[in-house]
């Protein structure tokens, strides 16, 4: 049986850790695609010496044209630029809108199988562009953003509660930016729902308020510590965990953003929602029943992301 081909359309740092675990997870070979001549190589060669230490047998490629992505199963891609501090995501839209532009040309001419993760920021109207720019069906492209904010959402929750991360599970909705909709109602600990959590006098409403911010500002406290760039190591994790979804039909129910075609009131747009991924790509939607605070929550969050696409019409008119 062919071993997976996974391709990484930028290898700066989150595509540099990308294939790094690529390999350590067994996930297939890795293709190592940037407009940088010599990273994706150097990285790459890198990487495939440390395979003999860790023992994995995963082959590393860097080019420099796309044509050696041909054939890629799954296709992650970081082209573009990351925030610096003082820069929101929406700052990078110009520059990465042209950046997808050519991306999605290239997925397009030599991998329209492939199933599409895009992590470039500004993440929902990037996706949303790379989808429409490479013509791969919705169900095959789809954003990482959910998975991440979760991820930290429930990282501040473990620490709060003094449990392992583990039995932590938590859902943060909307568009990736500081509307995002973390859903204090659907996140747990072992089962037993964070409202129930303050009754018990695990925590107060103030101090769970404080997580909820702290998670949607969690990307920028990174930009603010690493002064250089933006989080690689839980972002790269995030996607893998969608690849692997994919690659082995796991049809694990994670939030990412996902094509929505009418569902949630919303159309045409990407949006985060749960969603099942399994070999199929985005094999369901799940349309969660919100209460009045969440739908306000996610309104404002839609929003966010509207305006960004009209900003990427206004840039590229082909994208309407
Ligand atoms: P960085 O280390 O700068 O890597 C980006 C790479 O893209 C560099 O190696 C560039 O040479 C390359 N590149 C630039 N233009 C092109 C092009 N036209 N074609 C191919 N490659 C190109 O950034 P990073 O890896 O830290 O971050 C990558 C992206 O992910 C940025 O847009 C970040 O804002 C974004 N990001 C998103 C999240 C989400 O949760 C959605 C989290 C963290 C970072």
Known sequence: MARNKIALIGSGMIGGTLAHMIGLKDLGDVVMFDIAEGIPQGKGLDIAQSSTVDGFDSRYTGVNDYAGIEGADVCIVTAGVPRKPGMSRDDLLGINLKVMEQVGAGIKKYAPKAFVICITNPLDAMVWALQKFSGLPKSHVVGMAGVLDSARFRYFLSEEFKVSVEDVSAMTLGGH????????????????PLPDLIKMGWTSQDKLDAIVE?????????????????????????????????????????????????????????????????????????????????????????????GLCEACVAIAPNLA
Request: glycine letters at 12%; charged letters at 25%; one cysteine or more.
């Open 177 to 192: 930016g500081d509307d995002m909709v973390p859903m204090v109602r659907y996140s747990t600990v072992a089962g037993i």
């Open 214 to 306: 702290r998670t949607r500002k969690g990307g920028g406290e990174i930009v603010g510590l690493l002064k250089t760039g933006s989080a690689y190591y839980a972002p790269a994790s995030s996607a893998i965990q969608m690849a692997e979804a994919y690659l082995k039909d796991k049809k694990r129910v994670l939030p990412c953003a996902t094509h929505l075609s009418g569902q949630y009131g919303v159309k045409d747009m990407y949006v985060g929602v749960p969603v099942v991924i399994g070999a199929g790509g985005v094999e369901r939607i799940i349309e969660l029943d919100f209460n009045k605070a969440e739908q306000k929550m996610f309104e404002k969050s839609v929003d966010a992301v509207k």
